[in-house]
């Protein structure tokens, strides 16, 4: 089972810009599908993106579509979710989640996942 470490959240003001980054340990880093997730106060958790194994095929939530972009590195075990345009709504806890399984189609559940990082707070000002 992978270990995840989140990093990179913090304070940003409306259309600015932060990058996420999630370090893994303890698994075949290579061999996991990894998805990064985000939950603000009082709502579910939902899902924001997610890529396969090799890094070949992304997949983003349309509302953040066109903003954001995920990528891996699997010779530095880490995978990065770049937010540019960052919006007020975007506020959240973000998490980052690694599955063996293959996801099919854009969305990805988060019940699909079975190792979570302890997530790493967004805060987009107004």
């Known amino acids: 089972q992978v270990q995840l470490v989140e990093s990179g959240g913090g304070l940003v003001q409306a259309g600015g810009s932060l990058r996420l980054s999630c370090a893994g340990s303890?698994?075949?880093?290579?061999?996991?599908?990894m998805g990064w997730f985000r939950q603000a106060p009082g709502k579910e958790r939902e899902f924001v993106a997610h890529?396969?194994?090799?890094?070949?095929?992304?997949y983003y939530a349309d509302s953040v579509k066109g903003r954001f972009t995920m990528s891996r590195d699997n010779a530095k075990n880490t995978v990065s979710l770049q937010m540019n345009n960052l919006k007020p709504e975007d506020t959240a806890v973000y998490y980052c989640?690694?599955?063996?399984?293959?996801?099919?189609?854009?969305?990805?559940?988060?019940?699909?996942?079975?190792?979570w990082g302890q997530g790493t707070q967004v805060t987009v000002s107004s």
């Open positions: 989640a690694a599955t063996r399984k293959f996801i099919v189609g854009v969305i990805a559940a988060d019940t699909d996942f079975s190792s």
């Open positions: 303890g698994g075949a880093f290579n061999s996991y599908t």
């Open positions: 890529i396969n194994w090799r890094g070949g095929a992304t």
